[in-house]
């Protein structure tokens, strides 16, 4: 399965997903605040778009392809360590 492919079909064929829609389905144990101070201090590695540039009160969002390698990202870390704690070579 692809996930930017299913992403683009969640999301309408967005190519940059508002913050507001990716934190509640992602990252739901964050605000919308805290998610983006988080990814401005390098906690969450991922790209985050300022559609105005630097102003601090643009719009901001995470590209479709960002968001999937994310994604694909944290699955191989999890793959890994499921193989891991089971005793099996990653």
Same mark, same amino acid.
């Given at each position: 399965?692809?996930?930017?492919?299913m992403?683009? +079909?969640q999301?309408s064929?967005?190519?940059?997903?508002?913050?507001?829609?990716v934190?509640?389905?992602?990252?739901?144990?964050?605000?919308?605040?805290i998610f983006?101070?988080?990814?401005?201090?390098?906690e969450?590695?991922i790209?985050?778009i300022r559609i105005?540039?630097?102003?601090?009160?643009?719009?901001?969002?995470i590209?479709l392809n960002d968001l999937?390698?994310?994604?694909?990202?944290?699955?191989a +870390? +999890?793959?890994?360590?499921a193989?891991?704690?089971?005793?099996?070579? +990653?």
């Open positions: 399965m692809n996930t930017a492919f992403l683009l +079909a999301y064929g967005q190519p940059v997903i508002p913050v507001e829609k934190v509640p389905d992602f990252f739901g144990h964050l605000s919308v605040d983006i101070r988080k990814v401005s201090a390098g969450i590695d790209p985050m105005e540039g630097k102003s601090q009160k643009s719009a901001k969002g590209h999937a390698d994310y994604i694909d990202k944290r699955r +870390a +999890a793959v890994k360590e193989s891991q704690l089971a005793g099996r070579s +990653a």
